[in-house]
């Protein structure tokens, strides 16, 4: 059964830093979403992307966030300049249609010192 | 704004003992609700949806529109039941999920 992969499973970096969370949907999927878990927390919402444009972002996605499809496989997720605050579990997830339910990858761990 | 809550981070049981795991929601709207699993160091992944109405794995879960729930149940909890679950909501607009806190279930042999 496909699923979705993402790179690094563990990432550290210095506070200030930029990083680049990648992802791999599963490959007809057309929906693509980024969500973080910091540790203890529940799992929020990030961006959702459709059509090579962000659909819906939460709050949280703000300025130091960008994601990008740069090719006709991956999906990434760019912190500009990294926070402590930033440190989580970030997961990547798909859908083919608008009623599918998600698939999720197994997870980056983020870690900023 | 849409809100899930899972009243219990901890739940422990006994192998064969019934276990329900709570899941709270409000929205105005029409939701679709989800229960996830997470097995230790493994990805989330779906366990149930309410429009399918399906049993997974022996668990059933029945949303209930009255009291704003969508309890997961599952008459005899085994070992390999222990894992983290997650009650997630999704809205009429939007394909955004909304997630609870999660429960930790372990079921002690």
Not at chain 1, 87 to 109: H, K, L, N, V
Not at chain 2, 18 to 45: I, M
Not at chain 2, 71 to 78: E, G, S, T, V, Y
Request: glycine fraction near 6%.
């Amino acid at each position: 059964e496909p699923e979705v992969t993402q790179t690094p499973s563990h990432q550290v970096t210095q506070m200030g830093q930029e990083v680049i969370l990648r992802c791999v949907p599963i490959s007809n999927h057309l929906y693509f979403y980024w969500y973080r878990q910091i540790l203890g927390q529940k799992v929020e919402f990030l961006v959702s992307f459709y059509n090579n444009e962000i659909s819906e972002k939460s709050e949280i996605f703000d300025d130091q966030f960008s994601v990008e499809r740069p090719d006709g496989s991956n999906f990434t997720l760019k912190i500009r300049s990294t926070k402590l605050e930033d440190s989580a579990m970030y997961f990547c997830a798909s859908i083919r249609e608008w009623s599918d339910t998600q698939y999720f990858g197994p997870g980056t761990r983020l870690t900023v010192l | 704004a849409q809100r899930v809550t899972q009243p219990e981070k901890l739940l422990s049981v006994f192998k064969g003992a019934p276990v329900e795991l709570k899941c709270n929601y409000s929205y105005s709207g029409s939701p679709e609700l989800f229960w996830y699993v997470q097995y230790s160091r493994q990805r989330l992944q779906l366990l149930l949806r309410h429009i399918s109405r399906e049993s997974i794995k022996g668990f059933t879960a029945d949303l209930n529109k009255g009291e704003t729930s969508f309890h997961l149940k599952k008459p005899f909890a085994q070992e390999e039941d222990s894992a983290m679950y997650y009650c997630a909501l999704k809205r009429t607009s939007g394909s955004r999920l909304t997630f609870g806190e999660g429960t930790q279930l372990t079921v002690n042999p």
